[in-house]
């Protein structure tokens, strides 16, 4: 009962805040690691434990899950350099330089060190998705970024496994290497194959509640049989996601569409949001274990090792965009100064930081300094560089990103010439009429916003919806209209109001 009671407060606490993150354009992970630190800090702040294989599974495939969808294989194969640049160069750099920093400094064995550089190296998956959201950037930024988000925690925990295997074990790397190089491709074989096999028997389910807890049973199922197979249950996560999204929107009714998007919008949001109020509330379970000049000590190593892990990126990212136009100066597809700026600034840690140096087991040596080390690094990047990385954009003043307006009104062109082609032998009345809406239609998608007379129309429907909806009320409170009829002619309006409303109206944000 005390965790369902901290969940709530925590949820109000939440609520409270995401309207302030809004307000000052600071991503809301960001607001909700400083009020967790806060509130920990407080003598009567809920002490919250949580498995931390538990953890990922709950706040990291939802994440996974939402941000793979929209993330085709195309794009991934269009963006692989980038990518492999940033998932992987900029995280092993990263675990190397962390790894040196902790050999020379504290004074640990390299498989130790290196074990601390996998748990700082990769930037959160979650994190980046909300910074995204909020940023107006360059198209093709945002898709590296949100490529790079997928993919980096993968590497990650390979490098992890085979070091603190190294540790546990003598012959530990030796013996798990075999496995470690298959997890990579099998998480991904595996995640093909769940994924083809819910394409399959989902659509038994449409139009049921059932198929809402197919989803999670499916998304989480996939994470745990890859953790139990010792394969990448990120990778596997990623790839089953990445399939469904290609096969299912063909078979899939659009009022299933509908609501499944709405009831994952809502548990993604909420498991981010617990995510990071959690990430804030771990500091005094960390900072509990060491006092005097040992808390001193480890507390410097922490923040030079926060410094390390942000230099590495910016140097890196900066270098690789520099020697592209070094190495090809007239090739269009470089990133621009700005773009590798940018990039190399959004570098924030989160939950798979910190619930990977959790997961190390209670034996492991320097396991203290390696915890608060991968909370500093967390904390330290979600408040210094998400609280900067907004002015940052606004500062370098991106030109206009036309391109993908450009290419929906390409499609909306090309998508009504086959709704039109419908008509070829229709003269009727009504057939006339259909052909004048597709016209106003075109002219709308050229020159990419609707015409004059259309927002006049769509005045006028959402006035008549209105009165509908008050006649409506008012027959309910004078008892004129059951209530399964009131429920009825309600459902049709809110799908009459909805489909009277602009993409911009039906958008939700985070408070």
């Known amino acids: 009962m005390a965790l369902f009671e901290s969940m709530l407060l925590l949820s109000l606490l939440a609520i ?12 809301y992970p960001t607001v909700l690691a400083a009020a967790g630190l806060a509130v920990a800090a407080l003598p009567w702040a809920p002490k919250i434990e949580m498995d931390p294989q538990l953890a990922l599974a709950l706040f990291i495939a939802p994440a996974l899950l939402d941000a793979a969808y929209d993330m085709p294989p195309r794009t991934l194969r269009r963006f692989w350099v980038p990518t492999v640049a940033l998932a992987a160069v900029a ?16 004074g640990m064995p390299w498989a130790v060190a290196l074990a601390l550089g996998a748990i700082v190296a990769p930037p959160d998956a979650a994190a980046a998705a909300a910074m995204l959201s909020r940023l107006t950037l360059p198209r093709r930024t945002v898709q590296v970024l949100t490529a ?13 496994g085979a070091a603190v295997a190294t540790v546990t074990s003598g012959d530990g790397f030796a013996r798990t290497l075999p496995s470690l190089a298959l997890a ?23 139009g049921t509640l059932g198929a809402t807890l197919l989803e999670f049973v499916a998304t989480f199922g996939v994470w745990v049989l890859a953790e139990e197979l010792d394969l990448s249950p990120i990778l596997c996560v990623v790839s089953y996601a990445m399939v469904i999204a290609h096969f299912l929107p063909a078979r899939q009714p659009p009022r299933d569409r509908v609501h499944s998007y709405s009831v994952w919008a809502a548990m993604v949001f ?12 771990q500091a005094r379970t960390i900072l509990s274990g060491m006092h005097g000049a040992a808390l001193t000590d480890a507390l410097a190593f922490a923040g030079t090792a926060l410094a390390v892990t942000i230099a590495v990126r910016v140097v890196w990212v900066m270098l690789y965009n520099r020697s592209l136009h070094w190495l090809w100066p007239r090739r269009e597809a470089n990133p621009t100064l700005k773009q590798g700026v940018v990039a190399s600034w959004c570098g924030m840690r989160g939950l798979v930081t910190l619930a990977t140096a959790l997961a190390l087991p209670a034996d492991f040596p320097s396991r203290d300094l390696i915890v608060l080390t991968a909370f500093a690094v967390v904390l330290g990047t979600l408040v210094f560089q998400g609280t900067t990385l907004a002015f940052l954009v606004r500062w370098l003043r991106f030109p206009p990103d036309r391109s993908l307006d450009e290419e929906v009104s390409r499609v909306r062109l090309t998508l009504l010439d086959a709704a039109e082609a419908t008509l070829k032998d229709e003269n009727d009345d009504a057939a006339e009429h259909m052909r004048h809406v597709y016209d106003d239609a075109r002219r709308a998608a050229e020159v990419g916003e609707p015409l004059p007379g259309a927002k006049r129309i769509v005045t006028l ?16 409170r004078a008892g004129e209209v059951e209530d399964d009829v009131f429920h009825v002619i309600e459902s049709e309006l809110d799908w ?3 489909a009277a409303s602009s993409p911009e109206e039906l958008e939700i944000v985070e408070g």
């Open 16 to 27: 409270v805040l995401l309207p302030l993150s809004r307000k000052l354009s600071l991503p």
């Open 91 to 106: 995280v092993i750099l990263t675990a190397l330089a962390v790894a040196w920093l902790g050999v020379a400094w504290a």
């Open 148 to 160: 790079e988000s997928l993919l980096n925690d993968a590497v990650a925990l390979l490098i992890f």
């Open 184 to 206: 990579a491709p099998g998480g991904v074989v595996l995640g093909i194959v769940i994924g083809r096999l819910y394409v399959v028997v989902a659509p038994r389910l449409h």
């Open 270 to 281: 909420f498991s981010n949001v617990i995510a990071f109020l959690l990430v804030g509330l």
């Open 461 to 476: 429907k959402r006035r008549g919806i209105d009165a509908r909806r008050e006649k409506l009320h008012k027959m309910r």
């Open 496 to 498: 009459a109001q909805l």
